[in-house]
């Protein structure tokens, strides 16, 4: 494809994503598709020739659009909000159109300072001390995953470069709460330390990590000569955004010399709201954390910050050094490869640095705030309505409720519960997660696309209302 | 941004874009800044209000695009060829408007069920049989990392569910070979096998694993109370092209039981050659793969197809499932979260499908063919050059050569070497990548940007010859 046949096609189909974002709210929020429908009507075999941009349109609006369930639907209000914002939007598409890549800071010098940069604005935005050096990676599960190894290398000395996990004397053991993502226990079984050795912390009634438990279990590790090396705390759980007491952990993690790793992958957006920084106090005792934008705040995904004190030893845990990627500049630069697990790196600064020059700190700001007033009100309508229950604290923009009508409870409430929620979804009037919260399970509303107003949780309480009370009336 | 100012700023990008490529030809091809250069023409602090995209454009015409390497100009001739097509930029244009997430099918079918569809076009292009399921991830380097968890759990009977590779009684060992790319090592040290239990293999005289070495060493290891669990080939070492023998190793592999990963990131795009098949015959005894369609193939970065043949081992070692993420059509669909390590996915197939469909297959195999023909040329003139050398054999499109003058060896032939092929870099005319083999320093010449022809490559010929020749005349 020429650059002029890019020029012409690029303008079509910046139409077309602009009339899919502007009619975005009259789709299903919920694909209607079947499994294997998408699959069933493109072609198995790739074609010999050329085909033109016209078919491949002709395919997304018939396959492809009735095939995606709609995360940026003003009725979404499903897992999390994963907002991409139309300016971040145009700052990937520069990283793309580009076409350079950062393999070293030579390969593409722009691309390595404008990431630290742009990571070094957020940083200021989330009210964190200096003491912090961010990098972008792509999702939280991998950041987990770096954060584990990191920990595992401090309390292990290095032990890749000996014999390994499997050269270690005294077992080493990752503490994480009841509540933390699923992916923080991935990661530890991915690093190689065994689920024997991940340790589950029960958790308050907020749904926070007991650090009273977590210290006692530590203290029975190592007097069984067992090795504690890692704590992962989370800022926003995904099931009820409860908020671990980061300053306690912190306090315990430098008592046992433990790795402590603050997982604020959704609620580390809320941080750039002063008035909530209280949800993380003591982060500055962390050794690590990550903040995802590409939730909540509006970078297109994939956008990952992590940030960490100890950068050298970052590098020293990751870093690789062959011939073809040593420069004569080496010693006067940051080269992020050594800063992740891939080699290869996007210009995904581009789409940070767009997002946060184009909206301003400010505006960033309000929407937030737009957002929790809208749980708020929402919380407000569902405590007061007869049957209806809120079931864990509201901090930031998600609820976690239910309908419990008379007579309803055990197995005929979960049934009850997953079905009104399965109806909306179905119906597409709007897009809700269910989930199990104490063994039972519970609708979350995860509040916070950019186009969600008033009017629309609004109109999603008329729907909950609707479809779950109208069934046992 | 509403979807009208993402219209007409869009358009605006796209045309920058398209200039940008129209006369990336003209730029030095590596950035000429000095390290720090960039940053300290930025704002250090973010912007509290909003600015306009008219800054964001002088900013990138001033301070971004000086700072930038030009990957994709044609005479860039640097690390390996990282081609974004613009057919396939536009593909990730439409993921990255569409902002959809594949967390599970149900969250957006299309993008799963194309990913299928994509990575099966591929795998038929490659000439691999239908034994092979296949999934999009970012790079070859968390692939290795994949495909090295994966053996580990294969050989310690899913050690991950019990104490990891801390209760492993026999320590695992991984095979490389003295010529994988660094990212292979980085791998087993990051899966926690450690670097005692690592064997770099030598090579034979074209640089191939010695498959003679690799079965000593599996067996003195195994004599030895060892574990051996996996064996990492490459066909198109980073260094040189080389290609290890797969057949050989895929009948040690099977013989000990071990797991045998293929890193084709490079030269794997070079199978949709049916007359380069033989460059990894045996293949179809591997248990894992990679090829980068985002390296010589053009997909835009990033986009390394992973195939495997267990996807239910792949599935088991890599799942989660807790209850916010389960669907009533679990049981029928592919949940392309459990084929990797991050849990969020970009609709990343799209840039695959689009770059197949705008060029069809005939037409990426005669591109690639065209840059054959230009290695081959380009090795015939070195060849008969006085004073210059091709160090290793040229399967595909790149070069390993050395101007020798008489008198010059050791230490000021690094020098030398280092000198002409530094003064090439900063002069801006072309882009290469010195590296050392067998010890000491050469240049690599990788040929297959999409812009390069004949006229580029004659060009750079003149180029090195007066800045090699010039300097000792």
Redesign the interface.
């Given at each position: 494809?020429?650059?002029?046949?890019?020029?012409t096609?690029?303008?079509r189909?910046?139409?077309w994503?602009?009339?899919?974002?502007?009619r975005v709210a009259q789709y299903p929020v919920?694909?209607q598709?079947?499994?294997?429908?998408?699959?069933a009507k493109?072609p198995?075999?790739?074609?010999?020739?050329?085909?033109?941009?016209d078919?491949?349109f002709k395919d997304?609006d018939e396959?492809?659009?009735?095939?995606?369930?709609?995360?940026?639907s003003p009725r979404f209000f499903?897992?999390f909000p994963?907002?991409?914002?139309?300016?971040s939007?145009?700052g990937?598409?520069?990283s793309?159109?580009?076409?350079?890549?950062g393999?070293s800071?030579?390969?593409?010098?722009?691309?390595s300072?404008?990431e630290?940069?742009a990571t070094?604005?957020?940083r200021?935005?989330l009210g964190l001390s200096d003491a912090w050096s961010g990098v972008i990676q792509?999702?939280?599960?991998?950041s987990s995953?770096v954060a584990l190894?990191c920990a595992?290398e401090k309390a292990s000395g290095y032990?890749?470069?000996?014999?390994?996990?499997?050269?270690?004397k005294r077992?080493?053991v990752v503490y994480v709460s009841q509540m933390s993502?699923?992916?923080v226990?991935?990661a530890a079984?991915?690093?190689?330390?065994?689920?024997?050795?991940v340790r589950a912390i029960p958790t308050d009634a907020a749904y926070g990590m007991r650090p009273d438990l977590l210290a006692e279990a530590v203290r029975q590790d190592a007097a069984q000569g067992l090795h504690p090396c890692a704590v992962v705390g989370t800022t926003g759980t995904?099931?009820t955004t409860a908020m671990d007491p980061i300053g306690a952990l912190a306090d315990i993690a430098a008592a046992h010399k433990l790795w402590l790793h603050v997982d604020a992958a959704m609620a580390g957006s809320a941080m750039i709201l002063p008035e909530c920084r209280r949800f993380w106090e003591g982060i500055e005792g962390a050794d690590s954390l990550i903040v995802n934008p590409?939730k909540w705040l509006g970078a297109?995904?994939?956008c990952t910050c992590y940030y960490v004190k100890d950068a050298e030893h970052l590098v020293r845990v990751?870093s690789?050094?062959?011939?073809?990627?040593q420069s004569?500049?080496d010693s006067?630069?940051k080269n992020l490869r050594d800063w992740g697990?891939?080699?290869?790196r996007?210009f995904r600064a581009l789409k940070l640095w767009?997002l946060?020059?184009?909206?301003?700190?400010?505006?960033l700001q309000a929407r937030l705030r737009r957002d929790i007033e809208n749980a708020r009100w929402l919380e407000a309508q569902v405590k007061s309505a007869a049957g209806w229950k809120v079931l864990a604290p509201v901090p930031l923009q998600t609820l976690c409720v239910r309908h419990e009508p008379d007579g309803l409870a055990g197995e005929a409430l979960d049934r009850h519960t997953q079905a009104w929620a399965?109806r909306i979804n179905r119906s597409g009037a709007a897009y809700l997660?269910?989930?199990?919260l104490d063994g039972r399970?519970m609708v979350?509303v995860s509040i916070g696309s950019l186009l969600t107003e008033r009017e629309h949780v609004a109109a999603l309480w008329d729907v909950m209302r609707r479809e779950a009370e109208g069934t046992v009336r």
């Open positions: 494809m020429t650059p002029e046949e890019f020029r096609i690029g303008h189909l910046v139409d994503i602009a009339d899919y974002r502007a919920m694909s598709v079947e499994p294997g429908q998408i699959k493109l198995k075999a790739p074609p010999d020739g050329p085909e033109s941009f078919a491949i997304l396959i492809v659009v009735p095939g995606l369930s709609h995360w940026q499903g897992y994963s907002n991409g914002m139309l300016s939007v145009l990937d598409y520069l793309t159109g580009l076409g350079v890549l393999l800071w030579q390969s593409s010098p722009a691309l300072e404008l630290e940069v070094d604005w957020l200021q935005m792509d999702t939280a599960s991998t995953l190894i595992r032990s890749l470069a000996k014999g390994g996990l499997q050269g270690v077992p080493l993502h699923s992916s226990e991935k079984l991915l690093a190689g330390f065994g689920r024997e050795h995904t099931t590409h297109a995904f994939d990751l690789t050094n062959p011939s073809y990627l004569s500049v006067r630069v697990i891939p080699l290869g996007r767009c946060i020059r184009e909206q301003g700190v400010a505006k399965e997660t269910p989930a199990q399970w979350r």
